[in-house]
């Protein structure tokens, strides 16, 4: 999805881009990690970017009630990452909190009888590629 249709997503849930704004939607755009409100925050914070919690929360609340971000609860708490507009599934490392898109979708079988999906939502945690490596003695 093009950074212009985001925004007029953003708009129609009267939620006003500033620079600031903007900047906060860049970071998350361009980060492939889950973090929560608080470490967003954090990280806007050490890039200057000048918004505060109660901004981070609201935008990380409308990008995922339009389908552009995903939160994962891991260990009680609540991490978000940034989602491209298409349907996908996540790959999530519990080492290093990367996520990984995944755009094959799994077949279910063995529904019970009389069940009819309207949409489903499938995540997958484990530790990834790297975080092994580094793990091996
Ligand atoms: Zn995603
Ligand atoms: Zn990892
Ligand atoms: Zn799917």
């Known amino acids: 999805m093009e950074k212009r249709d985001i925004v007029h997503l953003l708009h129609q849930q009267n939620f006003r881009l500033t620079r600031e704004r903007e ?3 860049d ?8 973090h929560t409100a608080a ?3 954090a ?15 609201r935008l990380l609340e409308v990008l995922t009630k339009v389908g552009l971000a995903t939160p994962f609860l891991v260990d ?5 990452a940034f989602c491209s507009g298409q349907h996908h599934h996540h790959f999530v490392c519990l080492h290093c909190h990367r996520v990984e898109d995944l755009y094959e979708c799994p077949v279910f079988q063995h529904l019970p009888e009389g069940c009819e999906v309207r949409h489903h939502k499938v995540d ?6 790297a975080c092994h490596a580094a793990d091996a003695p």
């Open 23 to 25: 900047a906060l939607l």
């Open 43 to 57: 990280l806007a914070q050490r890039e200057h970017v000048r918004v505060g919690l109660t901004t981070v929360y």
């Open 39 to 41: 470490e967003w925050h």
């Open 124 to 129: 997958l945690f484990g530790i990834c590629p």
């Open 76 to 80: 009680g708490s609540v991490y978000y």
């Open 27 to 34: 970071l998350l755009m361009r980060t492939e990690k889950m």
